[in-house]
């Protein structure tokens, strides 16, 4: 034996001795010790909490689940694992099938693809599943899909401005959508549980579980039908007239209800990305414009409201032109004398301004606020204008005179709309809605709306006057006679509005406007269009009153409201 063998003998008993003394001490460290960050550790590993997301409500029309106009539509999310798909040398290839199915930048997916050690990336969101299947059956190693859902507008542009739209991190961005996303989305879930080595679930150590609540379901007053009738009229006015914009809504005359309202140009719902901001504005309700002489009616039940004339009041009309305040005021025909009734019936600005005249400045001021005018109406839509209606403080000597004539002053549709509808509603103005009820996934109604009185600027006596007043508008010799609807009375007012420009008013650029409701000894409903720069014909009584025709009759007997041969003599 050699005499270093003991010394290597002794060597490698110590070493074992010592490395025995510092495992037992390790062993003693880790079962003794408290170790409570490790363990912590440890368990968060271990451990998952999962958000169980919300399924969005629905959106119908006012005759429920069966016309579904917003869902959600189930779709996948194709994403990759790197660290996988860099491997190899057909990453080009790979990138090339899937842009080309994918409509996605080669150089964009051959860059995700190469992201290695990362373990995540995403190639597109929201792909249809036939199209995720075509992509899944090309056996891809690393590629994965992940489950999604999206907001689907079945019936795409229809109704794009009431529904809105759903952003792409899940909030109402525009329309219902927005306004009611507190309960259209609804609230997510969470799940807590732990899992083994491998990643997978230990059911018996499943913790918290708070099931997700589903968003609430939407029904609106509209009824698609009506609106069906109203975008189809646009469509053509907008064809005919060569228009830069259409827009018109239909009021239930006792209630507020809106039954349609719709706007042109418009956009495809699905592919709201894309669509330019000004096809998005919703403007019978964001679009403030001059009304022109469908501002009078309002200005002559004011007058009669006061008694400061009656329909038989005469007044001279200067023969068409009018100077005061050292201002020329000018009627579209030349009249020598007209009565109250008759002026309305003709239009002439010279004897509305004079009887504006009879009211002062701070009466006409206030019963045009009390019309609705220079005010939010409170509709539950985002983008409602206030309009312009400066107080009479600040008027100067003429405003009067144009105010009620529709000049220096703007109004949205709506506004107008509202206003017409308190004369066909015995002088009630009604708060508009657009939503009937909100109720729960479970169906709990949660709210349900119920017509709301704003105002009651005229009444009943001087209501029933000016139906009839306006009655004779649509009559033969008034302005309004294209909005005539066979087997009913109509009641109405045409208005041709310039545009205002820089220094003025533009002699070329009009809006074009007709506001009314039917049948006049009993209204149901009121229709108001409006006609952005017709050409060439620009005035509401050749562009807009026979748009008012083709909307109105069909929805009046749609309605099943009883029809009306002749109007009640009144001796006007």
Request: contains cysteine.
């Amino acid at each position: 034996m050699s005499s270093k063998a003991p010394y290597r003998v002794f060597a490698s008993g110590t070493a074992l001795l010592l490395a025995v003394t510092g495992l037992g001490f390790r062993l003693a460290f880790l079962h003794l010790g408290s170790h409570e960050e490790t363990r912590a550790r440890f368990t968060r590993s271990r451990s998952y909490e999962r958000k169980i997301l919300a399924g969005r409500g629905a959106i119908y029309d006012r005759n429920g689940n069966g016309n579904v106009l917003a869902m959600n539509l189930g779709v996948k999310d194709i994403c990759i694992d790197p660290s996988i798909t860099s491997q190899g040398e057909s990453v080009i290839k790979t990138a090339c099938t899937l842009s080309a199915l994918l409509d996605v930048p080669t150089d964009e997916v051959v860059v995700r693809m190469k992201q290695a050690p990362r373990r995540f990336a995403s190639i597109k969101r929201s792909v249809p599943n036939e199209l995720a299947d075509e992509v899944a059956a090309l056996g891809i190693k690393g590629l994965f899909f992940k489950d999604a859902t999206i907001r689907h507008y079945p019936q795409k542009d229809f109704l794009c401005h009431v529904l809105g739209f759903v952003n792409d991190v899940g909030s109402g961005s525009a329309g219902v959508e927005q306004q009611h996303d507190r309960y259209l989305r609804g609230s997510p879930g969470i799940m807590e549980g732990r899992v083994n080595a491998k990643r997978e679930e230990l059911y018996i150590k499943r913790g918290r579980h708070v099931p997700a609540l589903e968003g609430a379901n939407v029904t609106l007053t509209i009824d698609q039908n009506i609106q069906y009738i109203v975008e189809k009229a646009l469509d053509e006015v907008m064809l005919e007239h060569r228009a830069e914009g259409a827009w018109a809504v239909v009021q239930r005359v006792s209630t507020g209800e809106i039954l349609a309202l719709a706007n042109r140009p418009g956009f495809d719902l699905n592919e709201f990305r894309h669509a330019p901001d000004m096809a998005k504005l919703n403007r019978a309700i964001g679009y403030v414009f001059e009304p022109g002489s469908t501002m009078k009616p309002m200005v002559i039940a004011a007058a009669l409201e006061e008694k400061t004339v009656t329909p038989e009041t005469m007044f001279d009309c200067e023969n068409g032109a009018w100077m005061y305040c050292r201002r020329i005021l000018h009627d579209y025909h030349p009249y020598s004398r007209l009565s109250v009734a008759d002026g309305l019936k003709k239009s002439s600005n010279i004897l509305t301004a004079k009887v504006a005249l009879t009211l002062g400045d701070e009466g006409l001021d206030r019963h045009l606020r009390a019309f609705g005018f220079g005010r939010k109406l409170g509709f539950d839509m985002p983008g409602e204008e206030q309009g312009i209606l400066a107080p009479a403080k600040r008027w100067s000597g003429i405003s009067a005179t144009r105010i009620c004539i529709g000049q220096g002053v703007a109004v949205t549709a709506l506004q107008m709309l509202g206003a017409v509808c308190a004369i066909a509603n015995d002088g009630f103005l009604m708060k508009p809605y657009i939503v009937r009820e909100v109720r729960s996934g479970t169906g709990e109604v949660m709210h349900h709306y119920e017509p709301e009185v704003v105002s009651r600027p005229i009444s009943i006596e001087t209501a029933t006057t000016m139906r009839y007043l306006m009655g004779r508008i649509t009559q033969s010799g008034g302005t309004g006679r294209r909005a005539q609807v066979e087997g009913y009375t109509v009641a109405g007012k045409t208005g041709t509005a310039q545009k205002a420009v820089a220094g003025g008013y533009s002699s070329t650029e009009h809006v074009a406007s007709f506001v009314g409701f039917l049948p006049v000894d009993q209204p149901e409903i009121g229709v108001i269009v409006v006609v952005d720069n017709p050409q060439p014909l620009h005035t509401g009584g050749r562009v807009a009153a026979p748009v008012f025709s083709k909307i109105a009759g069909p929805a009046i007997r749609y309605l099943n409201v009883p029809g009306t041969d002749s109007m009640l003599a009144q001796g006007y």
